[in-house]
């Protein structure tokens, strides 16, 4: 990389904002999944017009750009395959407006997810998407990758709550998408375009979310089965009975285990095979109501016991559950192969239908958990990274799996995007026009093709 391609950056942003030591590229050169490549430069701008002065530099020079937020991700979405600028949006963190009218909030998109969620709640308002990482993600990386999260199942993903983009383009140019409005028709939606486009078309720098009013009572409660299957039955006799509640959570057996080995502490009963996480919200006696049908539910399909939390307190503890699951299982010492597969809702059998052949097929540990009101499974092959063999039958086992979703109707990933992790597997889903009309679109934003290169696109 040219002397002074790094200078111009530096008079562009201030020499205390580059770096190009070896422990910050390194650093910036990985997210969650662990693997990536070591950034060249890392730069750290202030505002807007710094993002698209950089910008214009790299589609000047040709030089690859990559954006990166928290660095929560598990698909290598946020990381240099090939070094280059990484963009880091650290210090794009403030809230700038909650308009309680208007119901709507306007942030930065290194805002943390759950600090925006506490500031909106003080003032009576809500924000439904709650990824599990929602106290260390940005809410730049979940428009990016269109988070969900346990309250999918009655909310919806974060692609229903951004109403507009600022936006700068590869090629340096400010855009302004959508408004504040909760209707717009003029043009094309570039704004859902946007989201979950992965960093690949433009460097998101402002967004307007929408904001519902706060339900007024929530109960939440914890279901406990013998195994995998009552529990999964417990999910199709919910939708059977056209009971929607606000989060609907699945944690099977070596999940748990993991996660009480991880916190030393007996979480449930012993004999427990799987767990469902109910939560209901809305008026106080809405709420009680569609709990009592939950909970019938649950019985009817075997439960062992439904435990109503009797107090913050105990909801905090149950939650604290699920929110544990990923880190409980990074620390067993296995490397965690993560597939954020989903299905229809009906189909959540089938899936754990499929998982269990494949482990047995393969010989592999596999735990599942995620958001069974949605058909959002989290299915983590969990191997020795060091054993070449445990590898190939990960590898083997994980395109079956991919197959197979696909065969249920579904996708191959529901809200942890495509990344580079994900990308040989891509034409499982889509068709080749289908990918080749996302390629025109790829090039109408960023001809030269320097963001985020070597994502999402099976190499050609």
């Not at 109501?289 to 149950?318: F, K, N, P, Y």
């Not at 990274?385 to 197979?404: I, N, W």
């Amino acid at each position: 990389m040219a002397a002074a391609f790094a200078d111009a950056l530096r008079s562009l942003v201030g020499p205390a904002f580059v770096s190009d030591d070896e422990a910050t590229r390194r650093a910036y050169g990985v997210d969650a999944l662990g693997i990536g490549h070591p950034a060249d430069l890392v730069v750290r701008p202030a505002n807007t017009a710094e993002i698209a002065g950089i910008a214009r530099l790299c589609h000047e020079h040709r030089i690859p750009l990559v954006v990166r937020g928290a660095g929560t991700g598990y698909t290598g979405g946020a990381v240099p395959t090939a070094g280059g600028v990484v963009l880091s949006m650290e210090r794009l963190d403030r809230i700038i407006e909650i308009d309680e009218v208007n119901l709507l909030a306007v942030v930065e998109p290194n805002v943390i997810t759950g600090d925006l969620q506490r500031a909106v709640e003080a003032v009576g308002l809500f924000y439904p998407p709650d990824p599990a990482s929602l106290d260390t993600s940005s809410i730049g990386g979940n428009v990016a990758e269109c988070a969900g999260g346990p309250r999918a199942f009655k909310y919806g993903v974060t692609r229903r709550y951004v109403l507009g983009l600022e936006a700068v383009l590869p090629t340096g140019e400010i855009i302004r998408t959508g408004s504040k409005a909760v209707k717009n028709v003029v043009g094309y939606d570039l704004t859902q375009l946007l989201v979950g486009s992965e960093g690949t078309l433009a460097i998101i720098t402002r967004i307007t979310l929408r904001l519902i009013p706060k339900p007024p009572a929530y109960r939440t409660a914890l279901a406990t089965f013998t195994g995998i299957q009552g529990a999964v039955d417990a999910v199709s006799a919910l939708v059977a009975r056209r009971v929607i509640p606000a989060a609907l959570e699945l944690i099977d057996q070596d999940s748990i285990e993991a996660v009480q080995q991880h916190t030393g502490e007996a979480l449930v009963p012993a004999g427990t095979g799987a767990v469902l996480i109910l939560e209901t919200d809305g008026t106080p006696a809405a709420v009680e109501e569609e709990m009592a049908r939950a909970a019938d539910a649950c019985r009817a399909a075997g439960a062992l016991a439904v435990t109503a939390a009797a107090s913050d307190a105990e909801r905090d503890r149950i939650w604290a559950v699920r929110r544990a699951v990923s880190l409980a299982l990074k620390a067993t010492g296995l490397t965690k192969v993560n597939h954020d597969v989903v299905v229809p809702r009906g189909r959540v059998p089938d899936l754990f239908a499929v998982v269990a052949d494949l482990r047995a097929r393969h010989g592999l540990r596999i735990a599942s958990f995620g958001h069974a009101g949605d058909g959002n499974i989290h299915v983590n092959i969990m191997i020795d990274g060091s054993d070449p063999d445990a590898r190939a039958r990960a590898t083997a086992a994980e395109r079956t799996l991919f197959e197979q979703v696909v065969a249920l109707e579904g996708s191959i990933s529901g809200e942890h995007g495509i990344g580079f992790a994900k990308k040989p597997y891509i034409g499982l889903e889509l068709s080749p026009d289908e990918i080749a009309l996302m390629r025109r679109v790829k090039a109408a934003f960023d001809p030269r093709g320097i963001l985020n290169p070597g994502k999402m696109f099976p190499d050609a």
